[in-house]
């Protein structure tokens, strides 16, 4: 298909390079040839190697992020402010929802004095706000 005449101008440079590489190859000593093979194993040992220490290091890594993270989501001690705000809101909540009148020796003795109006005010006061 290709005659010498329709070649490209850089296909007949890489025919000819080619040709010079084979001619020289075939010239070179066995020494320089060993050289250069053990060379090229070791170039390519050292690409190959970094991949795989990296892939060694990628279960112990892992499996310390894991611990780590689990660690975090079962252990996070509330900030001070916090703990005791949500100490106050139950206290007050409790308070709130017990049902049975607070006992004399924790309340003010002067509450005990209007008992009458309290009852009255806790009658009226649904009334009114209702209003």
């Given at each position: 298909m290709n005659s010498p005449d329709n070649r490209r101008p850089d296909e007949h440079l890489e025919q000819r390079a080619r040709?010079?590489?084979r001619e020289?190859?075939?010239r070179i000593d066995p020494a320089t040839a060993g050289r250069l093979r053990a060379a090229r194993r070791q170039a390519l040992e050292?690409?190959?190697a970094p991949a795989h220490r990296a892939v060694r290091w990628l279960i112990p890594v892992g499996a310390f992020a894991a611990i780590a993270l689990a660690t975090m989501m079962v252990w996070q001690p509330l900030p001070q402010h916090q703990a005791t705000t949500v100490m106050h809101a139950t206290s007050?909540?409790?308070e709130l929802d017990n049902e049975l009148p607070p006992d004399a020796d924790k309340t003010d003795p002067n509450l005990y004095q209007n008992l009458d109006f309290y009852g009255w005010l806790a009658?009226?006061?649904s009334h009114t706000a209702s209003r």
């Open positions: 040709k010079l590489w020289a190859a075939q050292t690409t190959k007050s909540t409790d009658s009226t006061g």
